[in-house]
Structures are given as C-alpha cells and as structure tokens.
C-alpha cells in the first residue's frame, strides 16, 4: 500500500509542478490577499485625524492604533501580523476544496476505472489524494508565511518566536489542511462531475471561513455566531497559529490555550480521515 501511495502521489505533483498555470496563480492569490485585505479590511486606517474639531497628531494616531490592535486583534504589532494566520488558513481552504477537481477528471477519462481494476488498495487512492492535495496546499502555506514577512508593514512575528514555534504554527495548519483534505477527497471521489463539486463547496467553504476567526476577532461576532465560531476547525487552526506568531514565547494561560486547540484539531482530523475513508470506500465499490 505505501509504494502505491507514493507512486499516486508523486504522478499527481509531477503534474501540478509541471503545469506553471497551476503553480503561478498560488503566489499572486498570496501576495493579493494579505496586500489587499491587509490594508482595504484594516480597521486601524479608519481612524479619523479630526475629531470633532481636535486634529489628532501623528503621535495620538499611532497611540490609538496600537491601542487597537492590542486589545481588540490580539496584541498584533501590524494588522498583517493579525490578519496572515487567517489568510494562510483561507488558502489552505479552498485549495483543499477545489484540489478534487483532479480526480473528477481522472473519473472522466478513465484513469479511475484503471486503478479500480488493478491490484491497488482503495485506501492508497483515496490516502494519495489526500496527501497530494496537503503538499500543495501546505507548500502554498509557507509562501504565504514569506510574503507576509517581506511585505511592506507586514507581519512581525513576536519576540523569541524560534524554530519551535515555526513548528507549532505549521502543524497546527497541517491538521487543519488533513482534515479538510480527506473530506473533500472523499466529497470529489463520489462525485460524478466537475460542476457538482464546484457547487457544492461553493456553498460549504464560504460559511466555513466567515464563521471563523479568519478575518476578524470574535469581539464583534452576535452570541449565535460566537457558537459556531467557536466549534469551527479554522478559528482552532487560525488562532493556535496566530497566537505563536504574535506573541513568540507563550505564557502559561495561551499554552494551555494553544494545546486546547491543538487537541481539538488532532481530534477532528483523525474523525474526519475515519469518516472520509469511509465515504471514500463506498465511492469506490464496485456497482
């Protein structure tokens, strides 16, 4: 089953490795997101320097901006620095929604119906399309994390943020990028079609993001969205990462914070690999 896991997976990314046309569109999906949100959703630029009359200086600003960004966005030195967990976790999203698309396709021209009929384990098909769908997904991740340190006003990281913490914040976004991976491999192995799949994560990723911390803190979110929020594998996966590169070194209450949601995501992930190997299993039986 591992050689054929391996083989499955490496067909697909010589593939995506190949084709510019799906590489490229990562790096510019990146660097648009965090420069275009980063400043068009910062809060911290709606600040007026007039105020009924008393012109703010320069000094009160930049006082009233950090006091923003302290109490309400974490103690983030820069809305970036806020706002880049959140972007990663988005890409991470729908790249892993729209990454089935590929064995749509392979159900379509036949190469599906080949395997099926080859002494190949279903589980290496469907564990190769999970896997195949996190390596693109994560190796985008970290291009995100680059831009947003090189980008102008981007993000800082905190003070003694180390190897450790690099650690932390990408395996946070690696459970999070396998657990999503593994429901919409499923969900596009027991598709019969392109526009099916396109639909029906049109309609599942995008009340998965904006119930989410993703883009903004819980302090504004009414008390029934505070709920979802709440359960939503991304705020878990957004928040872990964003606490680490925010703050660095961790006191004792955002440890055991982080490892709460640590071990909720270890959680939802090994469900969702158990209940998408199975949908996937189904999928996959002979008619």
Excluded: E
Aim: glycine share 8%.
């Amino acid at each position: 089953m591992f050689n054929d896991l391996i083989a499955l997976t490496g067909r697909a990314l010589k593939k995506w490795i190949r084709n510019p046309a799906a590489v490229l569109p990562g790096f510019f999906t990146a660097l648009f997101y965090l420069a275009l949100f980063g400043n068009s959703f910062n809060p911290t630029s709606l600040i007026p320097s007039n105020m009924g009359g008393f012109q703010l200086t320069p000094a009160m600003l930049q006082s009233i901006k950090t006091s923003i960004l302290s109490q309400t966005f974490g103690g983030a030195a820069t809305y970036i620095s806020y706002l880049t967990a959140g972007i990663i976790c988005l890409i991470l999203v729908f790249n892993m929604a729209f990454g089935g698309i590929d064995l749509v396709l392979d159900r379509q021209l036949g190469f599906l119906s080949t395997l099926l009929t080859s002494p190949i384990s279903r589980a290496s098909i469907y564990f190769s399309g999970v896997l195949q769908n996190m390596v693109k997904a994560m190796s985008l991740a970290f291009l995100t994390f680059l831009i947003a340190i090189i980008l102008p006003n981007g993000l800082q990281l905190g003070s003694g943020f180390g190897v450790l913490d690099l650690i932390g914040v990408f395996g946070a976004l690696a459970l999070l990028a396998f657990a999503l991976s593994c429901v919409f491999t499923a969900l596009a192995l027991s598709v019969k079609s392109i526009d099916s799949l396109v639909a029906i994560v049109n309609f599942a990723t995008f009340p998965l993001v904006f119930t989410s911390t993703a883009l903004f803190p819980q302090a504004g979110f009414p008390s029934w969205l505070l709920g979802i929020s709440n359960v939503n594998p991304i705020t878990k996966a957004t928040d872990s990462a964003r606490l680490l590169m925010i703050n660095g070194t961790l006191s004792s209450s955002q440890l055991s914070t982080f490892t709460g949601d640590g071990a909720y995501l270890i959680v939802f992930a090994l469900v969702m690999a158990i209940l998408g190997y199975i949908a996937a299993r189904k999928a996959l039986a002979p008619v």
